[in-house]
């Protein structure tokens, strides 16, 4: 079994093991297949090892094998298999913000945690080190602060780590839109005794566009080092780099007008889905570099410690073009950009866990006692032009948006750099600068009060220091430097109906979240209290059949207080107070199943409703228009023959389906109209075959096989691929 664990390509060897006619080796195959399919067990969740059915949070679980048979090479792309999770912004590789953002359960949130600690990347992240993607649904501020979560969840990276044999692959592929690329695996003992041991992937990707305009160049090395010196100490040291040059995908933004009035959905602009309205050369490079630590000693047969250190810099130069619409109607556009120059963002992730687990007279304990600290050091720098295309006066010039023959090409990179050459000197750039801090303290129990309840206590003592950098101008107010304690609780609880089968669950969790100083209704500038968000929520797990067949069902409810919100006064158009609230609800639905020999699917459906309930008057009782869609629903199903003069061959097929997105949803107060602009639903399907042997696999897949017109957006509209055929060719050694 352990040559099985060791092979680059896991489902190769499953395929190979599958000759053997034994029984117990039969049964131990079967157990490897539904493992790359099923939900695994997971120590990152509640920073502890628990089985699904015993952990009171849900949260989702996508296998490296997965991603390999679908022809996958982002993490982004893998999220196409978690349920209740959205994509609504492509990563573009700016520097702090530059990565992708998702949203779950009616809240945005990103990339941020990788082995259970700080792993921010702001450019596409490849999965070429990728052993599997965990998303934990719901707010997690008690075990993961504020900084890297978000309310509706924390998506975490579990990557691949060296082993004891020499081994690996290289993979070849392309395909559509000049996409190319290479990559590489290869593990190695560095020493006789195979104490040190190393590991190198990487990739190197080349892609183009199905518009008139774009492409990305994205290049992963992430070796990893470890280091097992006796039977108590394991050292692991890792690196990423992930180097990213692009021309961002097409964005258009919709602020407030009266063509709002006239359009209401992306299709009345009757926008030519091809047309990039772009030119050449507005390009921009992003880098993320991470580093990490770890040192895991066995103090005794019941007490483990783990000693973690992370540090994250993402820097980025170059512009990011966007349009948007204003004024009467929608047969025009703008157009702009909001550069980077030189721009950076670090931080640094220490984290102290000391995990135990014992019994206090018939009761079993599972302990995490933790210490955490994060800095974070902006030296953001946008800049921009306010507006691309304006007259001797200054004033803007709205570009036609069908007018045939117009050069939308005269926007590219050597026009935009002399707008931005001819301002040099007299700008006002928008500057992100200064340092946060972060101390906290977690303790988290499981107590097995008997066999089949468990009972899971947590608390996390935060303490928040902002010290915020100069203003860009003179003019600029100065922000002010705050420090703030906060509790976090969590609680949940697990009662297994039928002891490894069948449970049901309940949790309360909260997360929270530090503002910045407002002023109110008198211009008193005063420092809010955090605002937080608290997590109810209940269900039922299943693992039926050996595990062959796992699901998750669940209601939750999300109420998030103490929001900040407008409230203009005399004298005070920007006053705010906070009393806001936001409530967030909804169902779950997660099924994996291994039905029949060979065959395997993964079944997702989520609802949500979102709602302002107390808030300014223009979105009071209204949805987010960052919330994404209401209904969403993934499938996808495979099958592969494990015998037979076939063996080796296999092919699945699968998609999505999001409901219609409000990405504008507002009252315009003034004049008592509705302003709502909507993306449409969509189904998005994708196919994929390949043939899997010992020493090579062949694969190809097809992504939205169908042509679907769609578009995702965070109050935006991106358009997103055509039909796109990718092929690939893998030798293992």
């Given at each position: 079994?352990?040559?099985?664990?060791?092979?680059?390509?896991?489902?190769?060897?499953?395929l190979?093991?599958?000759?053997?006619?034994?029984?117990?080796?039969?049964?131990?195959?079967?157990?490897?297949?539904?493992?790359?399919?099923?939900?695994?067990?997971?120590?990152?969740?509640?920073?502890?090892?628990?089985k699904?059915i015993?952990?009171?949070?849900?949260?989702?679980?996508?296998?490296?094998?997965?991603?390999?048979?679908?022809?996958?090479?982002?993490?982004?792309?893998?999220?196409?298999?978690?349920?209740?999770?959205?994509?609504?912004?492509?990563?573009?590789?700016?520097?702090?913000?530059?990565?992708?953002?998702?949203?779950?359960?009616?809240?945005?949130?990103?990339?941020?945690?990788?082995?259970?600690?700080?792993?921010?990347?702001?450019?596409?992240?490849?999965?070429?080190?990728?052993?599997?993607?965990?998303?934990?649904k719901?707010?997690?501020?008690?075990?993961?602060?504020?900084?890297?979560?978000?309310?509706?969840?924390?998506?975490?990276?579990?990557?691949?780590?060296?082993?004891?044999?020499?081994?690996?692959n290289?993979?070849?592929?392309?395909?559509?839109?000049?996409?190319?690329?290479?990559?590489?695996d290869?593990?190695?003992?560095?020493?006789?005794?195979?104490?040190?041991?190393?590991?190198?992937?990487?990739?190197?990707?080349?892609?183009?566009?199905?518009?008139?305009?774009?492409?990305?160049?994205n290049?992963?090395?992430?070796?990893?080092?470890?280091?097992?010196?006796?039977?108590?100490?394991?050292?692991?040291?890792?690196?990423?780099?992930?180097?990213?040059?692009?021309?961002?995908?097409?964005?258009?933004?919709?602020?407030?007008?009266?063509y709002?009035?006239?359009?209401?959905?992306?299709?009345?602009?009757?926008?030519?889905?091809?047309?990039?309205?772009?030119?050449?050369?507005?390009?921009?490079?992003?880098?993320?570099?991470?580093?990490?630590?770890?040192?895991?000693?066995?103090?005794?047969?019941?007490?483990?410690?783990?000693?973690?250190?992370?540090?994250?810099?993402?820097?980025?130069?170059?512009?990011?073009?966007?349009?948007?619409?204003?004024?009467?109607?929608?047969t025009?556009?703008?157009?702009?950009?909001?550069?980077?120059?030189?721009?950076?963002?670090?931080?640094?992730?220490?984290?102290?866990n000391?995990?135990?687990?014992?019994?206090?007279?018939?009761?079993?304990?599972?302990?995490?006692?933790?210490?955490?600290?994060?800095?974070v050091?902006?030296?953001?720098?946008?800049?921009?032009?306010?507006?691309?295309?304006?007259?001797?006066?200054?004033?803007?010039?709205?570009?036609?948006?069908?007018?045939?023959?117009?050069?939308?090409?005269?926007?590219?990179?050597?026009?935009?750099?002399?707008k931005?050459?001819?301002?040099?000197?007299?700008?006002?750039?928008?500057?992100?600068?200064?340092t946060?801090?972060?101390?906290?303290?977690?303790?988290?129990?499981?107590?097995?009060?008997?066999n089949?309840?468990?009972?899971?206590?947590?608390?996390?003592?935060?303490?928040?220091?902002?010290?915020?950098?100069?203003?860009a101008?003179?003019?600029?107010?100065?922000?002010?430097?705050?420090?703030?304690?906060?509790?976090?609780?969590?609680?949940?609880?697990?009662?297994?109906?039928?002891?490894?089968?069948?449970?049901?669950?309940?949790?309360y969790?909260?997360?929270?979240?530090?503002?910045?100083?407002?002023?109110?209704?008198?211009?008193?500038?005063?420092?809010?209290?955090?605002?937080?968000?608290?997590?109810?929520?209940?269900?039922?797990?299943?693992?039926?059949?050996?595990?062959?067949?796992?699901?998750?069902?669940?209601?939750?409810?999300?109420?998030?207080?103490?929001?900040?919100?407008?409230?203009?006064?005399?004298?005070?158009?920007?006053?705010?107070?906070?009393?806001?609230?936001?409530?967030?609800?909804?169902?779950?639905?997660?099924?994996?199943?291994?039905?029949?020999?060979?065959?395997?699917?993964?079944?997702?459906?989520?609802?949500?409703d979102?709602?302002?309930?107390?808030?300014?008057?223009?979105?009071?009782?209204?949805?987010?228009?960052?919330?994404?869609?209401?209904?969403?629903?993934?499938?996808?199903?495979?099958?592969?023959?494990?015998?037979?003069?076939?063996?080796?061959?296999?092919?699945?097929?699968?998609?999505?389906?999001?409901?219609?997105?409000?990405?504008?949803?507002?009252?315009?107060?003034?004049?008592n109209?509705?302003?709502?602009?909507t993306?449409?639903?969509?189904?998005?399907l994708?196919?994929?075959?390949?043939?899997?042997?010992?020493?090579?696999?062949?694969?190809?897949?097809?992504?939205?096989?169908?042509?679907?017109?769609?578009?995702?957006?965070?109050?935006?509209?991106?358009?997103?691929?055509?039909?796109?055929?990718?092929?690939?060719?893998?030798?293992?050694?």
């Open positions: 079994m352990k040559n099985v664990l060791i092979c680059a390509s896991l489902l190769g060897s499953v190979t093991l599958a000759q053997e006619k034994d029984s117990t080796n039969t049964k131990r195959i079967d157990e490897v297949i539904i493992n790359t399919y099923i939900k695994k067990d997971s120590d990152y969740s509640n920073k502890m090892t628990l699904a015993e952990n009171p949070q849900v949260y989702s679980s996508i296998d490296k094998v997965i991603l390999e048979n679908q022809g996958i090479y982002t993490v982004d792309e893998a999220f196409r298999n978690i349920p209740g999770l959205q994509t609504m912004w492509t990563a573009n590789g700016r520097a702090g913000d530059g990565g992708a953002y998702v949203n779950l359960r009616g809240f945005v949130s990103s990339n941020s945690l990788r082995n259970g600690v700080l792993g921010s990347v702001t450019g596409a992240i490849d999965a070429i080190n990728l052993e599997k993607v965990e998303v934990l719901g707010p997690s501020g008690t075990l993961f602060g504020s900084l890297l979560t978000s309310y509706g969840g924390v998506i975490n990276r579990v990557t691949k780590k060296p082993f004891e044999t020499f081994g690996g290289i993979n070849l592929s392309g395909g559509s839109y000049d996409t190319y690329r290479a990559a590489v290869v593990n190695t003992p560095l020493t006789q005794d195979k104490k040190l041991l190393f590991r190198l992937n990487s990739a190197y990707t080349n892609e183009g566009t199905f518009q008139t305009e774009g492409f990305k160049r290049l992963a090395i992430a070796p990893s080092l470890t280091y097992n010196p006796t039977d108590r100490l394991n050292i692991n040291f890792e690196m990423e780099l992930f180097q990213m040059k692009s021309m961002s995908d097409q964005t258009f933004f919709f602020y407030s007008g009266k709002l009035q006239k359009v209401n959905n992306i299709k009345d602009l009757n926008l030519d889905y091809k047309n990039s309205y772009l030119g050449k050369d507005l390009t921009n490079t992003g880098r993320s570099i991470n580093f990490f630590g770890q040192v895991n000693y066995k103090i005794s047969n019941n007490i483990k410690s783990s000693t973690n250190i992370s540090t994250s810099s993402s820097y980025s130069n170059g512009f990011m073009p966007y349009l948007f619409f204003t004024g009467d109607d929608a025009s556009m703008y157009r702009s950009d909001q550069s980077t120059r030189d721009s950076r963002k670090k931080a640094i992730n220490f984290q102290q000391f995990n135990g687990d014992f019994r206090i007279g018939n009761l079993r304990n599972r302990v995490v006692l933790g210490f955490d600290y994060l800095r050091n902006n030296d953001q720098n946008f800049y921009d032009i306010n507006g691309f295309d304006r007259n001797a006066a200054g004033e803007p010039i709205p570009v036609p948006l069908h007018q045939p023959g117009f050069n939308y090409t005269n926007f590219n990179g050597t026009a935009l750099q002399a931005y050459d001819a301002v040099a000197g007299n700008e006002t750039p928008y500057l992100i600068n200064g946060q801090e972060n101390y906290a303290v977690y303790l988290s129990n499981v107590l097995s009060i008997t089949n309840l468990n009972v899971l206590m947590a608390l996390r003592v935060d303490n928040f220091n902002n010290k915020p950098g100069v203003p101008t003179p003019e600029a107010e100065e922000r002010k430097s705050f420090n703030q304690t906060f509790f976090s609780p969590k609680l949940g609880i697990v009662y297994e109906v039928v002891k490894d089968k069948f449970s049901v669950f309940g949790n969790q909260n997360s929270f979240k530090n503002l910045d100083y407002y002023t109110d209704a008198a211009k008193v500038t005063r420092t809010p209290t955090p605002e937080q968000a608290n997590q109810m929520e209940g269900g039922i797990k299943t693992s039926l059949f050996n595990g062959k067949i796992s699901s998750t069902l669940s209601y939750y409810n999300i109420k998030v207080k103490d929001v900040l919100r407008n409230m203009p006064s005399p004298g005070n158009a920007n006053a705010q107070v906070q009393d806001g609230t936001i409530v967030s609800k909804g169902v779950e639905l997660e099924v994996n199943a291994y039905l029949v020999k060979g065959f395997t699917a993964i079944v997702g459906f989520s609802y949500n979102s709602k302002y309930t107390q808030a300014d008057a223009s979105v009071e009782n209204r949805r987010p228009n960052t919330s994404g869609a209401p209904y969403l629903a993934n499938l996808y199903a495979s099958y592969q023959f494990l015998d037979g003069n076939l063996k080796g061959l296999g092919f699945g097929i699968g998609g999505n389906y999001a409901s219609e997105n409000k990405i504008v949803n507002n009252l315009d107060t003034t004049t109209t509705n302003n709502v602009f993306l449409p639903s969509y189904i998005v994708n196919a994929n075959a390949y043939y899997d042997t010992k020493k090579f696999r062949i694969g190809i897949k097809a992504d939205n096989f169908t042509n679907e017109h769609y578009w995702i957006g965070y109050t935006t509209a991106n358009p997103q691929k055509l039909m796109n055929i990718i092929g690939s060719v893998t030798y293992k050694f």
